[in-house]
Each structure stands twice: as C-alpha cells, then as structure tokens.
C-alpha cells in the first residue's frame, strides 16, 4: 500500500476545456477560455524586442552565478519606474519574483509572518488562482461582492460596506487595471474613495498589476496604483511582466513595498527575502534579465511600447466591433466596448455557456469569461449572432 493516502485534485476546468477544444473538429471552432494575449492569426509569438533583448544577452551575459533572493535588482528598479514614476519608485522596495503570482504568494507569507496582519478581503468575483494562493498562505479570506455582473458595473456601496467591517491591519485585494475575469475597474472618483477608506480605516492594499499597458496605456493603466502608494503609508504591489512583455512561460514579476518608514520598509523586505529563501531560493533569471535589458535600452524600450500599443489597440477594436455587432441583433452588450484589457464576462446560464460551445464551437470559461483576444476580427459576426441565439 502507497504512504500516500490523498485523493486526486478535481481537474482544472480551463485545462479540461483545452483539451475539448484541441480535440473539437470543427474548423469554425473559437477558443475564447485561455488568458493569453493572441493576435488576428490566434498566434501567442514572442515580441520582437524580447526576441532583440535575448540574442543581446546571450552574446553578452558574463556569467550565471547566483543572484540570490531578492533577483536582479536593476529589474525592480527599471520596472518601480516605468510602473510608478521615478518619485514613488523610490519610496519602494522591490524583489524580483517568479511571475505575479510567485508575488501574490511572497506577499501572503509576508502577512502571514508579520504580528498585526493576517486577514485578507478579496472582492469578487476575481482571478480564479487569488483565494488559493492566499488560502495556501494560511490567510483568514474575507469576501463581498465587488462586481455586479448583471449591471456590468464596479459596486463601491458593496465595497464600501464590507470594509466597515474591516479591522487595522486587514489587507485588501485590488486589482490596479483591467480586471480578471471582467474587466471592469472602478473609475477615477471611485479609486480616489477606495483610497481615502484603507486611509481612514488603516487597511493594507495588496494591488495586483498584471497587466499594466494593455487597457489605456503604461501611466494610464497605472494611475489607480500610484493614486493608493500616494494616499496610505503601507502598500504592497504584486507586479506582472508575463502579459505586458509576452513572456508568460519565463515567470516574470516583482513584489514592491511600500511602508511608513524606512526601518519597517527593510524590516519587511529582509522579512519577504527570507521567506523566499526558504521557499524557491531566488527567482529564476531569464525573463527578467530580458525586461531588464528592454527598459535600458531607448531604442528596445520604444520598440517593447509599439509592440504592446499593437496589442491594446487590437483588444479596443475587438471590444468594439463585438459591442457593435451585438447591438445589431439587439443584444445590449456594449459594456464590452467601455471595459478594459483582455477578459470580459458575460451574464450567461450554464446552459447558453454549454450551448455555445456544443452546437456553435465557442469555447468559454465555465463562468462566462471571454478573453476578447481569443477572436479574430473575422469570427466576431458568428459570436454575435451565435450570443443572441443562446441568450434569447
Ligand atoms: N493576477 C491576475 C489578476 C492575473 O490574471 C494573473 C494571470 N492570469 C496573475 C496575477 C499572475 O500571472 P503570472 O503569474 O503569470 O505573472
């Protein structure tokens, strides 16, 4: 008999609908399930600026010596200032880390290990990996309803109401642009009040940044982070590179601190080092070696922002000829059109979800989640047509 007595993992629902769709043999078949950035031919390639940073570092890396855990320190810094401008990036700590999620999970055994902090609230719905990351970190998980997905609207009464509930220390989950699954953000006024709430009440904002340039811009899609560093003393943000630089599989990312003062901002980041090092060491180097090389060089760096410009406004145009295309079939959908970044999700019953993707060959996530990269400009017409038919 095995020493091992567990019982399998439920398999991951985006992974079986993978399968289903490699195996689907219809030709008209649309995967709209998978968050990554695709272009007009369903193509994930690597940006030609990664690809110029690259040959670079192999003809002229020295050496593959160990960095340790904190991992390239000329990334965090070069990514502290293209995120949060030169005045903020100095207030910040940063570690490199392995993508944002190894960020998420350095940032919840940080609130795990420090004596006042230990509660997390995550407005929902949200990023389908959030509440085990945290969970895994053994973080009490409180949740309110931040979305309301029939309105297709950000809701800051419910934001707001939960958090009379909060206690000093709590931390608070919010994602600084183009929110997954929805993409819904709050707006300018909304941000400012969210801000000036962790002020009043103490609260510890953990933003989430992955992808930072694919809503309105690089500053734009960085405003609400900055607008929070600016308003509370203590802050953490879990920073992506992975959709931004498209370089998903080198794990990409940083945590940054922020904190009222230089001694507990060390004490966190010495703090933060060393449950990395118990953890995977350091991070692994590529990825951000090549983000490092792109943001000091001009020329890579305007290559790396026409690149990722190709890649907002392909996700805008898609928005709105799908919103457009809707409409024609009097499907009032150009919310669409007004959210941001790559995911949308639609108010959908199990049913219509399974329909779409058993008589029409569309593939979603099973709670409604599109990933508006996933379309071509050409299938946009069939998924209108085929939302009316199954919303009806
Ligand atoms: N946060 C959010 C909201 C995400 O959608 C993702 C990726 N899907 C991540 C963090 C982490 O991405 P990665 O670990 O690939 O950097």
Known sequence: MSTFL???CPDDPILSLIGMFRDDPRSTKIDLSVGVFRNEEGQTPVLHAVKQAESHLVATQPTKTYLGPVGNTAFTAAVARMAFGEARAQRLSGLQTPGGTGALRVAADLLARNANTGRIWIGLPTWSNHIPVFEAAGLEILTYGA??????RF??????AALAAARPGDAVLLQGCCHNPTGIDPDSAQW???????????LLPLIDLAYQGLGRGISEDGEAAGRVLDTVPDALVAYSCNKNFGLYRER?????????NAAARQAAASNAADLVRANYSMPPDHGAAVVACILGDAQLTQDWKAELEAMRTRLATIRNALA?????????????ARQRGMFSRLALAPSAISALREEHAIYMAPDGRINLAGL???DVARLAAALARECA
Request: with cysteine.
């Open 155 to 160: 809701d800051l009464d419910a934001l707001q």
């Open 252 to 260: 990409v990312g940083a945590l940054f601190i922020q904190a009222e």
């Open 376 to 378: 071509a400009m050409a």
């Open 324 to 336: 457009e295309a809707c409409s024609t079939h009097g499907l009032a959908l150009e919310a669409i």
């Open 192 to 202: 400012a009040a969210i801000a000036a709430l962790l002020e009043e009440k103490g």
């Open 147 to 152: 979305i309301d997905i029939a309105a297709q």
């Open 6 to 8: 567990m019982q399998p």
